[in-house]
């Protein structure tokens, strides 16, 4: 494929590799420290320690939304294999550890593709060979690259195909930017495609503040772990104890935000510049936005879907969507 570099990594089909994960690092570090409200995009929090630290978020009392998804998939997921039918390739936007996509790919009839898609390289390829071992009738290639920008399906992946997207990772995107993720979504999966989607709740202020803000400063780990990576591959000088994660809920916007903030006024160097901080300055590093039923349902016909089924848990925490591309 143009524009990869396609490595052979047995048990799995090939690698291919896109290079977006390291490509634009430094740039994004030297733009977004620039800014006023200095901000860097929640793809970068995840390098392998960053993927390892997301893994115990999702094993936290405080974080409802992997264990909602999965009792939710394990409910739906034969209706889910009806809509999908037979002999689908499953194409898994933002992959992780794979876990999910293990109920699928247990209830789909005859799947016969499986295509990882992560910016986080050690971690894809590590859970891709996991799963190859552990399913071996599946043809299994990974994709490493940042799935927001081009890059394309290997040719051999027939229809029908599957898409999923879970953890309510579209929550990370604007809505701008969820728009134009789900339609280059729906026009790398093509006409006829089915796409899994899931999506948190708006909810109780309590709820999101304490699943953004655990008790056991997991989330925080997961946070600073970012200016950590900036100190091991940009070369900087960010002291991690000068800087609190804060999980911030926006009521009016829908919306949990992560920052880093500040706790003194302080100058860092990094990727070949030096920025400068007030005491309680601030980088926002992720958005996490949380919709209405309705809202997703716009959403996805904005972004070229046509909303076949929805499915939400007794307490309206969390939803899963199947989309049909139009
Ligand atoms: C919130 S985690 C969800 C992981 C898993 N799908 C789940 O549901 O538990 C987001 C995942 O998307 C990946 N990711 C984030 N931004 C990305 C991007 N722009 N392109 C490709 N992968 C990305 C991360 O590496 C991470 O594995």
């Known amino acids: 494929m143009p524009g990869s570099a396609v490595l052979q990594l047995a048990p799995l089909e090939a690698l291919y590799d896109y290079g977006h994960g390291g490509e634009d690092f430094g740039t994004a570090v030297r733009e977004g420290l620039s800014l006023g409200q200095k901000k860097l995009s929640a793809k970068f929090l995840y390098d392998a320690r960053g993927s390892a630290l997301f893994e115990e978020i999702c094993t936290l009392p405080e974080y409802y939304p992997t264990r909602t998804e999965i009792s939710l998939l394990e409910k739906h997921v034969t209706e889910i294999a009806e809509l999908a039918g037979r002999g689908a390739s499953v194409v898994e936007f933002g992959s992780g550890a ?80 969820a728009r134009a993720f789900l339609q280059q979504a729906a026009s790398s999966l093509g006409a006829g495609a089915g796409l899994v989607l899931g999506a948190d709740l708006m909810k109780a202020p309590d709820i999101l503040r304490a699943a953004y803000n655990d008790a056991a400063g997991v989330t925080a780990a997961f946070n600073l772990n970012l200016l950590a990576r900036i100190n091991r591959e940009l070369d900087g000088d960010f002291e991690l104890s000068a800087f609190r994660h804060e999980g911030r809920l926006l009521e009016d916007e829908g919306r949990i935000e992560m920052h880093l903030v500040s706790q003194r006024a302080q100058v860092v160097r990094a990727a070949g510049k030096t920025f400068a901080f007030r005491e309680g300055e601030s980088i926002h590093t992720e958005y996490s936005h949380k919709y209405t039923i309705d809202q997703v349902q716009t959403l996805a016909r904005s972004g070229g879907w046509e909303p076949v089924r929805s499915w939400v848990d007794d307490q309206s925490l969390f939803s899963i969507h199947f989309l049909a591309a139009r």
Request: charged share 20%; hydrophobic share 40%; proline share 9%.
């Open 98 to 177: 794979s876990v999910k996509v293990r109920l699928l790919l247990d209830t789909l009839a005859a799947p016969d593709w499986y295509v990882p898609v992560d910016i986080s390289r050690q971690h894809l390829v590590a859970s891709a060979k996991d799963l190859a071992t552990q399913y071996p009738d599946l043809t299994v290639l990974p994709i490493c690259a940042d799935y927001t920008r081009a890059f394309d399906l290997p040719r051999s992946v027939r229809a029908p195909i599957l898409g999923f997207f879970p953890g309510s990772t579209i929550g990370n995107f604007t809505h701008g930017e």
